[in-house]
């Protein structure tokens, strides 16, 4: 039997499986093989990205001009909390994807409390939070593919992202496409691999043999969960929301402002994602089922869209329902699930792509060249994605804990101490006396570091009660403070308005990118 892994076989065609095939292919040198049902659609929606996602296309090599022109795309400069601390109107906080005007030259967290403590800490520290306001471009006309003045990710319409994928991976990449359903999954018999995946069986092409096969078939998680039988853990009883109504409405006019940022406002028993498009808003109410009804649900998602403008749907909400949790482990012999087939928890903070542009990259880089190598490589991605879960889980769950709203179950509930991990607790505790640091996220590659803790901690009103100790380099944090406001100012002046950027990379493009 030969041991060498030369052709990867990955199942399933929406973002997760598109991405994956095509960095593989990009970078592997191996032979990938996409596999997609013809009767199973992609889910449809994930709309909001992260920064990552520029690297990852710029890695892939597409071009950003043709990106945004096909996949409807806009820019996403972070997120914009609305009446998650009290609930009240003019309750608003922002967490933008910049990171604290001198980050890394120390901590700003005490100098910004004892001088600047009345204006929010986002403001202060960064000039996000205003061209977030004035629904500004993070870049100029002439600013290179994938370059930013400020740091910036995406809003894409998911349908069409994924048809943008296929056609790059197929016509550029060389990744073969095969529509086919996965009917049934054969493994090897003997040898020192029994177990082991050997081919998928399938309605229109037969057997398609592979030596890893990377199950990316969504929430029914048809090799690693349904195959294996390696369980979801359930988060459940940490993050409630268990359903979402998703929605897509027009602009009431043509030259309505972009958001930059994506806008979550909280309700009675959940919360109302807003993302702009050049052409449509895509809306989407996640709520718990133990908390509210669906009747509930979408009077309450009618109740915004009428308050933020109106605009006609363009279909009738679509309901999705999902079990929050991840699986106990996510690569099990030749399999490595990424994607929703490896879990899902509600898409506050919007980080379920990004987690599947880490897991792509750990196993482009680390990609055993053997079989005899690949159960060292699976306990490592095991362990790091374990790792990276359970800090997605913290980290949302913060947003709930800090919550001074008392006016229904579903946010009392979410304070309830059992509810709520114990390193999320400790983390707390530490903080009541000093300012979330990098010590306290230590490895590379966080999903959220110590400047998102304190854009959500400060955001949401919390406050430490230092010893009197002086700050870190007071008059630096000064220095570095003025300096945000001095830059706030030039790039209020300097950058042009979301949808006028976007009209000109739909006409002109932008220019070509830099060689990486
Ligand atoms: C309400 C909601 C909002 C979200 N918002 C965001 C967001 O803002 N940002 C973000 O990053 N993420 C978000 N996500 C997550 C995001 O949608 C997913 O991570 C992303 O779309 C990847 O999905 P996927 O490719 O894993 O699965 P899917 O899109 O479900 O694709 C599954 C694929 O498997 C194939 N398949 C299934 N069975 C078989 C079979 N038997 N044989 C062959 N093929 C098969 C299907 O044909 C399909 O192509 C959201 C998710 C939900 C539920």
New binding site residues.
């Given amino acids: 039997m030969k041991d060498t892994i030369e052709r990867v076989v990955v ?7 598109w991405l994956v095939a095509a960095l593989l292919a990009a970078e592997s040198g191996l032979r990938v093989t996409l ?3 013809p009767g ?10 992260w920064p990552t996602m520029r690297d990852t296309l710029h890695r892939i090599g597409v071009s950003e001009s043709a990106f945004f022109r096909e996949c409807d795309a806009a820019f996403k400069q972070g997120s914009r909390f609305d009446r998650w601390t009290t609930g009240l109107d003019g309750d608003y906080y922002f967490h933008p994807f910049v990171a604290p005007q001198g980050y890394g030259d120390a901590n700003f967290g005490k100098r910004w409390m004892e001088r600047y403590g009345d204006a929010p800490f986002a403001d202060v520290v960064s000039s996000q939070p205003s061209l977030c306001l004035e629904g500004r471009a993070p870049k100029q006309a002439q600013t290179p593919e994938f370059a930013g003045v400020v740091n910036y990710g995406y809003h894409l319409d ?1 349908g069409k992202f994924g048809v943008f994928l296929q056609r790059h991976a197929t016509e550029k990449l060389g990744v073969e496409h095969l529509l ?4 049934e999954i054969v493994v090897r018999q003997d040898g020192p691999y029994a177990g082991d995946i050997a081919a998928l069986r399938t309605t229109e092409h037969g057997l398609v043999e592979g030596d890893l096969f990377i199950d ?5 998680s ?1 090799l690693l969960g349904q195959h294996y039988g390696v369980p979801l853990v359930s988060q459940k009883d940490v993050l409630f929301n268990d359903c ?1 109504l ?1 929605v897509q409405v027009h602009y009431p006019a043509a030259d309505t402002p972009i958001s930059s940022q994506t806008t979550s406002t909280a309700q009675r028993a959940g919360w109302i ?1 807003d993302i702009g498009l050049p052409t449509r808003r895509g809306i ?1 109410h ?1 709520y718990s089922s133990a908390h509210t009804t669906d009747e509930e649900a979408l009077q309450d998602l009618r109740a915004y869209i009428a308050a933020t403008g109106g605009g006609t749907p363009l279909a009738e909400p679509r309901k ?1 329902a ?1 079990d929050p949790g991840y699986r106990e482990r996510f690569w099990h012999r030749n399999c490595v699930a990424i ?3 490896s879990g ?1 928890i509600e ?1 506050l903070e ?5 987690l ?1 542009e880490l897991s792509a990259g750990f196993l482009v880089d680390d990609l055993p060249a053997t079989r005899a190598q690949m159960d060292i490589v699976a306990d490592r991605f095991n362990e790091t994605f374990l790792y990276r879960w359970e800090r997605v889980i913290d980290f949302l769950k913060l947003h709930y804990v800090l919550s001074k709203r008392e006016d229904t179950p579903y946010w009392n509930d979410h304070k309830q101490p059992a509810t709520i991990p114990q390193r999320l607790r400790d983390l707390l505790a530490l903080w009541r006396s000093r300012e979330p640091s990098h010590r306290d996220f230590p490895r590379l590659e966080e999903l959220f570091p110590a400047a998102s803790y304190q854009y959500v901690l400060y955001g949401m009103g919390f406050r430490s009660e230092f010893p009197a100790r002086p700050a870190d380099h007071p008059e630096l944090a000064d220095r570095h403070i003025q300096e945000a406001g001095r830059m706030t100012a030039r790039m209020l002046s300097g950058l042009p308005a979301n949808r006028a950027l976007l009209d000109h990379i739909r006409e002109r493009g932008l220019p070509p990118a830099n060689p990486q």
Avoid at 40 to 49: D, L, R, S, Y
């Fill in positions: 199942v399933g065609g929406g973002s997760a499986g596999v997609e049902s199973v659609a992609p889910i449809g929606v994930g709309e909001g990205t998911a086919a359903h996965v009917e990316c078939t969504g929430m029914r048809l979402a998703a994602w989407g996640v999705i999902f994607g929703l087939s899902f898409p919007a980080s379920a792509l990004a599947v």
